[in-house]
């Protein structure tokens, strides 16, 4: 009776030990959601500057996941991924979303705001 209860114990134990070790991920809409939440604090914009600012999130966060779900590889065997792409080539297309998506930022934002975006809002999304 008590080994049994110390190896309920022992399993309880470990699989609260283990839990956070699997993060959930945040998905695209919650990810579009809390940086147009940043944008409203910074730069309060108008709902037509807010639903471009949408589009061109959605559109950088599914682009980005897609990536992400290639670079951990294919659910079958069959199926292609980028596993046997090298890690230079995989950050190449990674600056290529983050360039893409700053140069349509720029066409929404004036000066000002897009350095507010640069210097203020993209550094508090990032994950510390």
Same mark, same amino acid.
């Given at each position: 009776?008590?080994?049994? #209860?110390?190896?309920? #114990? !022992?399993?309880?134990?470990?699989?609260?030990?283990?839990?956070? !070790?699997?993060?959930?991920?945040?998905?695209?809409?919650?990810?579009?959601?809390?940086?147009?939440?940043? +944008?409203?604090? !910074?730069?309060?914009?108008?709902?037509?500057?807010?639903?471009?600012?949408?589009?061109? +999130?959605?559109? +950088?966060?599914?682009?980005?996941?897609?990536?992400? &779900?290639?670079?951990?590889?294919?659910?079958?065997?069959?199926?292609?991924?980028?596993?046997?792409?090298?890690?230079?080539?995989?950050?190449?297309? &990674?600056?290529?979303?983050?360039?893409?998506?700053?140069?349509? #930022?720029?066409?929404?934002? &004036?000066?000002?705001?897009?350095?507010?975006?640069?210097?203020?809002?993209?550094?508090?999304?990032?994950?510390?």
């Amino acid at each position: 009776m008590r080994a049994r #209860l110390r190896l309920i #114990l !022992a399993i309880g134990l470990f699989l609260s030990v283990c839990k956070p !070790a699997q993060a959930q991920k945040e998905s695209v809409s919650d990810k579009v959601s809390a940086t147009l939440e940043k +944008f409203d604090e !910074a730069i309060k914009p108008d709902k037509s500057k807010k639903s471009s600012l949408e589009s061109v +999130f959605t559109d +950088f966060y599914t682009a980005q996941e897609k990536l992400r &779900n290639n670079i951990q590889g294919p659910s079958s065997p069959l199926a292609q991924g980028l596993q046997q792409q090298d890690y230079q080539s995989v950050r190449k297309q &990674n600056e290529a979303l983050f360039a893409d998506r700053d140069a349509r #930022l720029k066409k929404i934002l &004036n000066d000002d705001e897009f350095k507010k975006w640069k210097n203020s809002i993209e550094p508090s999304l990032r994950k510390k």
